[in-house]
């Protein structure tokens, strides 16, 4: 997802990170880049030019204003303004009092069914009572599809093999409406083109059962197909938000770029994969940041509270203030981060800036056995002052550790290296980044 974009952009903001001034000539460098890298996104021609212009706008104003960082600065300018475009923030399903109705629009094999039952699921989880309508009375399939979903998340699914859409629909309301069901989720027949019969019918529906919210779902993968149906879709039904479908399958992510400023309605859900509760709310903030390269700070500290003593942790931090971080934290912290899963998934999550210099660490998984041992066999005051550990003190430990000398100087040079990470930001320490997200970003 959105690879392409984290690439292209990891060497624009690189080089605006560098720049001590802002000028004409490189806003104007700039802008360039950054259109060609939307624009082999497949994002929108004219969504391109609108988020150029709003850059560069703003860019020109801060040229005026003397910045401490002025590349910093500008690279801010292109994440506020991503955002933006992007939705600003998440927007929750408008759910009403009384039974919430949801209907769900899209083209053929964009994904409705799945998007209905996933959409299902996580309310049920969320503490609500749902049930699921078969209004694709057209393909039997699709009813049993449906119905297969429903047993799996074990939801009660309203059909009729015999039915008209427009009076299903009603009656199925109606039904929730009497039994006081929180929401009722309508799956539609996927229309192949955007005007016709079918269209006619979901609007018949749409006025009939007045949802509170109608969703078009649309597969990601399609870039600007996808928001020329949803231009279409929104001319003919007041849509209220967009569900987007396959993103796993997207390495460009146009459509999810593009398809908030062209319907002027938000991206409400997306979904990740058939699995079926892979359906994420649209974090227009956290997707931003993912684009950019300044990682996903949320999940990575969802991770580190679920594995992280906070007391250790706190005394680490405090250490590391204090520059009395020895080797004996430093294995604790290796074994947190060894907690928290595969390296490759963590350093996929840090900001760029941050994960070259992990890699620099070369940190093997299976090293933690060895660098172990070889701490153990050092002295409380060898682990305390590493740096007294001479040559003849090397062999000593890579005896009684049973590893080579070349493993200890190994260890001692990471060390070395994490330190000088540590005292640059002390940012290793991950919880201590919740307070502390922008300035791990480098936009403070
Ligand atoms: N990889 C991936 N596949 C998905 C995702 N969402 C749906 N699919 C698959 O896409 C195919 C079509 O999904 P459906 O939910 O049946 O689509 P639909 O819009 O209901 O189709 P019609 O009812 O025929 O219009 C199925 O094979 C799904 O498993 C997703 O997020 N990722
Ligand atoms: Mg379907």
């Known amino acids: 997802m959105f690879d392409q974009l984290i690439r292209q952009f990891d060497s624009i903001l690189r080089n605006l990170r560098g720049l001590g001034k802002i000028t004409d000539k490189n806003i104007q460098e700039t802008s360039r880049m950054v259109r060609r890298v939307l624009l082999e996104a497949d994002v929108n ?56 109705v949801v209907l769900m629009a899209g083209l053929q094999g964009s994904g409705k069914t799945t998007a209905c039952a996933k959409l299902a699921k996580r309310l049920k989880d969320e503490g609500k009572s749902v049930l699921l309508v078969a209004a694709d009375v057209y393909r039997p399939a699709a009813i049993d599809q449906l119905n297969q979903l429903g047993k799996q998340i074990n939801i009660e699914v309203f059909s009729e093999r015999s039915g008209e859409p427009v009076k299903i629909c009603k009656q199925a309301v109606e039904e929730a409406k009497t039994e006081k069901v929180d929401v009722v989720i309508l799956d539609t027949a996927g229309r192949l083109h955007v005007d016709g019969e079918m269209m006619v019918e979901i609007q018949k529906i749409s006025d009939e059962v007045q949802p509170s919210e109608i969703l078009f779902v649309v597969d990601g993968m399609t870039g600007q197909d996808a928001v020329n149906s949803a231009q279409a879709f929104s001319e003919a039904l007041p849509l209220t938000g967009t569900v987007l479908t396959k993103m796993d399958g997207d390495s460009r992510g146009g459509a999810a770029v593009s398809i908030t400023e062209v319907t002027g309605k938000p991206i409400k859900f997306m979904s990740t994969s058939e699995k079926i509760d892979a359906l994420d709310v649209f974090e227009p903030e956290r997707i931003a940041d993912q684009i950019l390269g300044f990682g996903d700070a949320i999940s990575l500290v969802k991770k580190a509270e679920a594995v992280m003593d906070l007391d250790s942790a706190k005394a680490i931090e405090k250490k590391i203030l204090d520059k009395r971080f020895d080797l004996e934290d430093f294995l604790t912290q290796i074994k947190q981060l060894r907690k928290m899963g595969p390296l490759d998934q963590l350093l996929g999550m840090l900001p760029s800036e941050n994960r070259n210099m992990i890699k620099k660490l070369n940190f093997d998984n299976r090293q933690l056995v060895w660098t172990e041992a070889i701490i153990k066999s050092m002295t409380q005051k060898e682990r305390e002052i590493p740096h007294i550990i001479n040559g003849n003190r090397r062999q000593r430990i890579a005896k009684g550790s049973g590893r080579s000398v070349q493993e200890v100087n190994h260890l001692l040079k990471q060390f070395s290296l994490m330190q000088r990470i540590m005292k640059k930001k002390g940012q290793l320490n991950i919880p201590s980044l919740k307070g502390d997200m922008k300035n791990l970003s480098g936009l403070s």
Not at 69 to 75: D, I, R, T, Y
């Open 45 to 100: 021609f004219q969504v391109a030019c609108t988020f150029i212009d709003r850059v560069r706008t703003k860019a020109e104003g801060t040229k005026i204003i003397k910045s401490i960082k002025p590349g910093e600065q500008f690279v801010k300018i292109i994440h506020d303004e991503l955002v933006q475009l992007l939705g600003k923030n998440a927007s929750p399903l408008a759910c009403t009092p009384s039974t919430t």
